[in-house]
């Protein structure tokens, strides 16, 4: 937890949403990209893990390490991890990336190997990257403008000899499911 006043968003929640929604549409074998936290991206990187977990715990769908690739927070990172799934003896039918950047480069992975998204296997990241609607692919949104807003408000009273801010919790913005063509249930075009 940081010991300065911060804006951010549930992890574990948005990682839950984004896991909920693959395990809705039937997947049960479902990997993970987890971003390595040494670049600190996330507030609570394990969150995004944790939810991984409990959202499979709960479905009665016990989580396999075996389908965890850790890798860099980038699209290289997330297409390098893909490539160790793939590379399983039984690959998942569905992959939840920590960031949409890792998604992106998990979808390049599955496209350069001959598989279709979402047809053989669902994509989903979290953050609603630009980039995220000009590739179709199915996220969970954080609100990043009002995160800045928020947080540029609570450097300008602090300027300005306002209230000490809130130390910790940090104050946290709702998160939302963003439906586009990455994700749909196994088997889909079977």
Request: some cysteine; glycine content about 12%; aromatic content about 2%.
């Amino acid at each position: 937890m940081a010991s300065y006043p911060s804006v951010g968003i549930d992890d574990h929640r948005a990682g839950r949403r984004a896991v909920d929604h693959l395990l809705h549409l039937g997947h049960r074998r479902i990997g993970m990209l987890a971003g390595g936290d040494e670049q600190r991206l996330s507030p609570d990187p394990d969150g995004r893990s944790s939810a991984w977990r409990a959202a499979l715990r709960d479905a009665g769908a016990e989580p396999d390490d075996e389908l965890v690739a850790t890798a860099a927070w980038s699209g290289e990172g997330g297409a390098e991890a893909m490539a160790r799934l793939l590379g399983l003896r039984t690959p998942p039918t569905a992959v939840f990336a920590h960031c949409d950047e890792m998604a992106l480069g998990a979808v390049r992975t599955l496209r350069r190997a001959g598989l279709r998204v979402p047809e053989d296997l669902s994509v989903i990241g979290i953050d609603d990257h630009p980039l995220a609607a000009l590739t179709d692919l199915t996220t969970v949104a954080q609100p990043v403008r009002e995160q800045g807003r928020r947080a540029g408000e609570l450097v300008v009273d602090a300027l300005r000899g306002g209230p000490p801010p809130r130390v910790p919790p940090a104050e946290m913005l709702p998160t939302h499911l963003v439906l586009r063509g990455t994700t749909a249930p196994p088997g889909a075009a079977r």
